[in-house]
């Protein structure tokens, strides 16, 4: 419909040429071969040309040199774009995958430093950069300094947050100076950047062993964590803004230690955390790398790292606080007590019966109100039989393609996506296939998406419940359907992990090849749960608590042909077809 549009535009155009050409006859002007064609369109006609159609007779140019002479045609003007500029950053993304999503925070944050000087809490976020820029004294993270000849410093600003408790009140206000690395050079500034990030797999299987083994569960914070880590670069930065010393303004501070902002900051934070907690004799998990164990006959505690947050689970009081005074030796940190709310997971304990329970109701109610849903009324599923979603139901034309413009889906499905990585299991499906159309989502899509913060309404008291049981031991479930997917028939399969009565690892995907009967689909299903599984195994196995890892694992499939083929020592009919891959199972 574009195309067609634009070839009436062109016929239009050349018609109303064709008619201004009857009624205005083109009169060519000479011009000196010797003067610029820009400079003689502002010059006057010469008196001996005249306006007719005939060339005048007093005028000695021929026709042959009257075309050699004739003005080269303009070339058209570029034609610019009328769409409205984005950023470079989208709005979308802000939310999607993020992990500071957890918590929403406040809106009305200063942006800039002039902002937080000008607004009713400007007292307080001025004694906040005043305690971010004492910690930065405290660690030796700058020296002032002339810049060298050649250098070019990075630039810096002051990030501001409200941060808030569990019920949304205020908790304090933190100011943190930030790098610009996004102008650093590879090679010169920085070399490796990759840090590694503790998953969330094995957060509820402490949590799990937590409530198996009634052990004490503590929290630490980490101050200013980033700037514990040594760098090994020369980098120049400019002083951050009103904090400027008078005579000094021309200077640069040459950075001693890794400073938030910086590509390499968090690798350098990890290594320097390492190396301490080595140092110390705990054990780090092969599997998770921040994870790490440190036993003493049969005193244990299990320590996990997630960036600055620090979770400390033991069987033993006194190797618990031992533990906290290591830490607080080497670094700057706050002892938060008993663990009740980490990366905006909240902790529901009841030691009495036995039981821990994670939820996520306040980050819930947060995206509720984020996206003017807190009103909205409940419902009972977040999918139900009969809902499909295609490729079929995104946008056609471009009005509807601008519709959806105006329409946050990326960042409600980014949103749903940190709550179904954590706590919510039950919406892991729905989440994954609506995932898959955020590059051209259509109302339908949002309509779904909608529905599950709907769900979300109705159900942001679930926990995940974790108790003590008789017998300790990781069993799996997996299940596929069959060529569901409208697209291209592909299926999708999942599976879940238990461990003390609650779940500690799920998954919901589409599957990568295209099976042809129920049979297959289920085994890869199978295969991808086993593969999942030896995974879960080794991670459990590292934390040297849990017997019954050695023995091997169970994992229920509800198709019979599927787990005939896993059982049995040949293979023939539909799975002779299978990939070599999918046998590994059996074993």
């Avoid at 700058?142 to 002051?158: D, S």
């Avoid at 402490?206 to 980033?226: G, I």
């Avoid at 031992?322 to 700057?332: C, Q, V, Y």
């Amino acid at each position: 419909m574009a195309s067609s549009s634009s070839t009436l535009k062109n016929e239009s155009s050349s018609s109303n040429f064709q008619e201004g050409t009857k009624e205005a006859p083109i009169t060519y002007v000479p011009i000196p071969i010797n003067q610029p064609f820009e400079s003689s369109l502002d010059s006057p006609i010469p008196h001996n040309v005249t306006n007719t159609e005939e060339p005048s007779t007093t005028n000695p140019v021929t026709s042959q040199e009257l075309n050699e002479q004739q003005p080269q045609e303009l070339p058209p003007p570029l034609r610019r774009s009328s769409r409205p500029r984005r950023p470079i950053t989208y709005d979308d993304f802000v939310t999607y995958l993020h992990e500071t999503e957890f918590d929403l925070g406040k809106v009305d944050d200063p942006t800039t430093f002039k902002d937080a000087m000008n607004c009713d809490q400007s007292t307080q976020w001025l004694d906040a950069m005043k305690d971010e820029l004492k910690s930065m004294k405290t660690n030796n993270v700058w020296t002032l300094t002339e810049l060298p000849t050649g250098a070019k410093p990075v630039g810096c600003k002051w990030v501001y947050k409200t941060k808030l408790d569990p019920n949304g009140n205020i908790e304090r206000y933190k100011a943190r100076l930030v790098a610009k690395g996004y102008t650093q050079r590879e090679g010169i500034d920085y070399q490796e950047t990759f840090s590694p990030v503790s998953r969330k797999d094995s957060l509820r299987i402490v949590m799990a062993l937590v409530a198996h083994f009634d052990l004490e569960l503590h929290q630490m914070d980490v101050k200013t964590a980033f700037l514990n880590g040594d760098l090994h670069e020369d980098v120049f930065m400019k002083q951050p803004e009103g904090f400027e010393p008078k005579g000094k303004e021309h200077m640069v501070c040459k950075l001693n230690k890794s400073i938030y902002g910086l590509k390499q900051a968090s690798r350098q934070w990890y290594i320097k955390f390492d190396e301490v907690m080595k140092k110390h004799n705990f054990i780090k998990n092969q599997v998770d790398q921040c994870i790490y164990l440190k036993i003493s006959g049969s005193k244990f505690v299990i320590l996990v790292l997630y960036v600055d947050d620090i979770l400390l689970a033991s069987n033993n009081l006194d190797m618990l606080y031992e533990s906290k005074r290591l830490l607080s030796a080497n670094f700057d940190m706050k002892d938060l007590g008993e663990a009740s709310y980490v990366i905006g997971i909240e902790i529901h304990r009841n030691r009495s019966i036995g039981t821990l329970g994670l939820s996520q109701k306040a980050y819930i109610e947060r995206i509720l109100k984020r996206f003017n849903m807190q009103q909205c009324s409940p419902s009972v599923a977040p999918v139900v039989k009969g809902d499909n979603f295609g490729s079929y139901q995104c946008p056609k034309s471009e009005a509807e393609i601008d519709q959806m413009r105006l329409i946050p889906y990326a960042s409600v499905v980014g949103s749903l996506m940190y709550a179904q990585v954590c706590t919510r299991p039950d919406i892991a499906y729905i989440t994954g296939m609506l995932g898959r159309y955020q590059s051209n989502p259509g109302l339908d899509h949002w309509k779904a998406a909608k529905k599950v913060l709907r769900y979300l309404q109705g159900t942001k008291e679930y926990k995940l419940t974790y108790r003590r049981s008789d017998d300790l031991e990781v069993i799996g479930y997996t299940y596929s359907d069959f060529a569901k997917c409208k697209d291209d028939k592909k299926s999708t399969s999942g599976y879940i992990f238990m461990l003390s009565g609650g779940p500690i690892s799920w998954k919901s995907h589409k599957q990568q090849l295209t099976t042809t009967s129920t049979m297959m689909a289920e085994d890869v299903a199978c295969y991808n749960a086993t593969c999942h599984a030896m995974l879960l195994r080794n991670l459990i196995k590292g934390l040297k608590v849990v017997n019954s890892i050695h023995r091997p694992m169970k994992i229920y499939c509800d198709n019979s042909a599927a787990v005939s083929f896993s059982n049995n020592n040949s293979s023939s009919g539909a799975g002779l077809y299978l990939d070599t891959k999918f046998l590994f199972v059996r074993e």
